[in-house]
């Protein structure tokens, strides 16, 4: 590693740990309730009326793309580094870095579109 | 780097992380990440088929009873719970924090992580099921 040469590294680190935070504090609610809780029937599942008028808040549309973005870069960095240190497929870094980070992207993008086109 | 230094390549297995519980528990962590993009995309497909109408939304549920993804989201859920609660044990030496010139002793940082996350999950439990 080069001493003082600048990178990017370390704001991707910094969205990798932000977006641990999201994702720890969020995910495991919602992938509870929608995905074991209401399709087990445990919890009747939400009127739709209700869901739609929450989902279409605006500060609903903009806390799911959060949440998204959030937790994709968080993701794409720590799958970069199990594949770098797990696989040990560290000299193809560029290509796992390239792919892993634009696919959090193109998520996040998706993300924005479905929450502010689509619901 | 001196001559030698460069003839010298470790040898290192791909199932390094077999050899200690500590490396495997480090492995199934990172794997973690594969499961919290697989839930941004279900969340996704829940948002977009609750945008498209009440038919799409009762043919989402309907595939989301499905057994092989009831069985994928519980493994899924593990996971993420996982992350959730070593992210909480972390935050007291990743973060230290001084209330009135004395630090807050790393327990009760934990503790406040952990009730942080209570309130969040039942804010969004109420959105969720209203």
Redesign the interface.
Known sequence: MAGNKKTIEPFLWLGF?GG??V??????????????A???GW?A????A???A??RHPL?RLG?VV??AM??I??????R??LH????LGKYDAVIATVCYGAALA?AA??AY??FA?? | MSYFARLYKPRMSVFWWMSRPTYLMFVLRELSSVFVAWFIVYLLLFARAVGQGPEQYQRFLDWAASPWLIALNIVAFLFVVYHAITFANLTPQAMVVKLRGRTVPGPLMAASVYVGWLVVSAILAWLVVG
Do not use: N
Request: proline share 5%; hydrophobic share 65%; net charge neutral.
């Open positions: 740990s641990g935070v994702a720890a504090l969020t995910l495991p609610v919602l992938l509870f309730l929608l995905g074991i209401i399709p087990l919890i599942a939400p009127d739709y209700h869901l739609a929450v989902l609903t799911v949440i998204a937790s994709l968080h993701a794409a960095h720590r799958l580094f199990t240190d797990g696989l040990k998520g998706l993300a479905i929450m689509v619901v």
